[in-house]
């Protein structure tokens, strides 16, 4: 039997380039609570690091001020653990960027790895995935779009792209925090 690897899992909120409504690509604005949310759930699972990707200066400026108010502030003594679940969160200009930190930490390009609400030919399930993930065949750079989701030819361009998270009843429009935990859960936990 072989031996379960803990992977090099890397997580990535991508702000550009998604789609709007009407399947534009466009940049989508950074949401506090996703990057509160989205550290808390990266950090419970063990991950390496969470990228925020946006483009917009201002947007990086949003998200420094945010982590320098819990790492350094009033913050950082009012509640400890919103300090550690942000020590690992990183704001980045473009996924490339994300690619090169990984790659400089862990000396491999990372997988990409996108879930998608829409099924594709190629999509696997998550067992799959889980088991490619135990096998240590990373790292990992999992996408996670806003927006309508990820622009379509970079979702086509992925190394792996994950199932849909079905539902009950056919309604699949999940908040982006919520997909992250439950595929971070469905991919890393047995």
């Known amino acids: 039997m072989s031996e379960i690897k803990k992977p090099r899992v890397y997580v990535a909120l991508v702000h550009y380039p998604v789609l709007n409504k009407q399947g534009d690509i466009v940049t ?3 949401t506090t609570l996703d990057v509160h949310d989205i550290s808390r759930i990266c950090r419970t699972f063990a991950i390496e690091t969470f990228f925020v990707v946006t483009p917009l200066e201002s947007q990086h400026q ?3 001020r945010l982590v ?5 502030g009033f913050g950082s ?4 653990t919103r300090k550690e679940a942000l020590t690992s969160t990183m704001v980045v200009k473009n996924i490339q960027d994300a690619g090169k930190a990984i790659e400089e930490a862990t000396g491999s390009a990372p997988k990409i790895v ?5 099924p594709f030919p190629q999509s696997v399930t998550y067992e799959q995935a889980r088991t490619a993930f135990q096998q240590g065949e990373g790292p990992f ?3 996670f779009g806003t927006g309508w989701g990820l ?6 361009r992925a190394d792996m792209i994950l199932a849909p998270i079905d539902g009950i009843d056919g309604y699949n429009h999940l908040p982006v925090r919520a997909a992250t ?3 971070l859960d469905r991919l890393l936990t047995p």
């Open 114 to 118: 996108v879930p998608d609400a829409k």
């Open 28 to 30: 989508s604005s950074v």
């Open 141 to 143: 750079l999992l996408l």
């Open 62 to 64: 949003l998200v420094e």
């Open 181 to 183: 935990a439950i595929i």
């Open 151 to 156: 622009e379509r030819h970079m979702v086509q």
């Open 77 to 80: 003594r009012y509640n400890p």
């Open 68 to 72: 320098a108010h819990w790492m350094k």
